[in-house]
């Protein structure tokens, strides 16, 4: 298990001059930004997300894909809209990310779309549920040269798997894995980097052991554990880990709750990706769920005009001034991953 050098070495083979000097250019502008509090911008970006979808299969409990509580419509990301993207921005981005909210795999070109973006030597990965990787579909992602696949498990029991994963069964979860697992040694490929996603709440908190000696015995490569994030936290949630390392929140002397992360006026990630839903809106990252800080949609322009364009330009500036006045920005959970 923790193969991270190799991962760390396939992605390092996608970088050409031009990214690596892009990648330059967004540091520096970013620490710019940060000494003289206003929003200088350089470069392009160097990692997206994509949405194949906001449909799902389950129905977990602080999902609004789960809780089909979307104030956005439902689809799936069309050629259209995903090569005016992948054409626009290959030259300068390394990695690319097929996921915001949804199943991506219930997109039936999703595949597809993984082999566009793996012809034009970008890092690609995905998050999945897992239980849509049968014999064939499994060997269909080894083959389109997808090169991270994360596989969300928080449980190694039935009982403890589906007090998140609502719907889910965890015997289709390993029964995916090991499917994937086989593919890579049929075909004698090193991708995709497989990782379990462990999403830490307090009915599964006591497995964390567990299921790093289920992914040994699997082959996969790493377990990843990531804090939950709680929508209405103040008043405490049956799902806030007891584990303080595994927690986003604290609780105070008067009994409320609160974030644990003390927010800083200003973000990497509004330097260097974004993230498209599945019709084409650009929108900062992935705490927005709903898509209200649309900075630009692909139907009406060129991804450069939005990412150079006042709206983007505006919004850097209200992080710089004050991110605890931008909603989405109160529950972020930047460095909160824990890596077993």
């Given at each position: ?7 760390g ?30 929003p200088?911008?350089y ?32 689809g ?9 993207v992948i054409?626009?921005?290959?030259p ?31 890092y ?29 498990i ?6 403890v ?19 994937v697992?086989k ?6 490929s090193?991708t ?22 289920l992914?040994?015995?699997l ?21 806030i ?11 105070l ?21 974004c ?24 139907s ?5 005009a ?19 006045e ?15």
């Open positions: 298990m923790n193969r991270n050098w190799k991962d070495l396939n992605y390092a083979s996608k970088l050409s001059p031009l990214r690596f000097w892009n990648m330059l250019q967004l540091v520096g502008s970013y620490y710019l930004s940060k000494a003289l509090r206003r200088i911008h470069g392009m970006p160097t990692s997206i997300s994509l949405e194949p979808t906001t449909s799902c299969n389950l129905r977990c409990p602080e999902c609004p894909s789960g809780l089909r509580q979307f104030s956005r419509p439902t799936m990301l069309n050629d259209k809209v995903y090569e005016q054409d626009e921005l290959a300068r981005l390394t990695y690319l990310i097929f996921y915001f909210q949804g199943e991506p795999y219930l997109n039936p070109k999703f595949l597809e779309h993984v082999a566009y973006a793996n012809k034009r030597k970008i690609t990965a995905t998050s999945t549920n897992a239980h849509y990787l049968n014999d064939d579909v499994a060997r269909k992602t080894v083959a389109s040269g997808l090169d991270r696949l994360i596989i969300s928080d449980g190694t029991t039935q009982d798997y589906e007090q998140y994963r609502k719907g889910g069964k965890l015997a289709k979860v390993i029964e995916g894995t090991k499917n697992v593919w890579k040694k049929e075909l004698k090193r995709p980097h497989i990782i379990f996603q462990y999403l830490v709440v307090k009915p599964n908190e006591h497995q964390l052991e567990d299921v790093k000696k992914a040994d015995e082959g996969v490569d790493e377990v990843a554990f990531k804090t939950a994030q709680i929508y209405d936290y103040e008043d405490g949630s049956e799902l880990p007891t584990i303080e390392k595994y927690s986003r929140y604290k609780q002397k008067s009994g409320k709750w609160a974030i644990k992360n003390r927010l800083v006026n200003h973000c990497w990630k509004m330097w260097h990706s993230v498209i839903t599945w019709d084409g809106k650009v929108v900062p990252c992935c705490f927005d769920k709903d898509a209200h800080h649309q900075l630009g949609e692909m009406e322009t060129s991804f450069k939005v990412w150079k364009g006042s709206s983007y330009r505006n919004f850097r500036q209200a992080l710089i001034r004050s991110r605890s931008i909603e989405i920005c109160k529950n972020c959970s930047e460095g909160t991953e824990v890596w077993a």
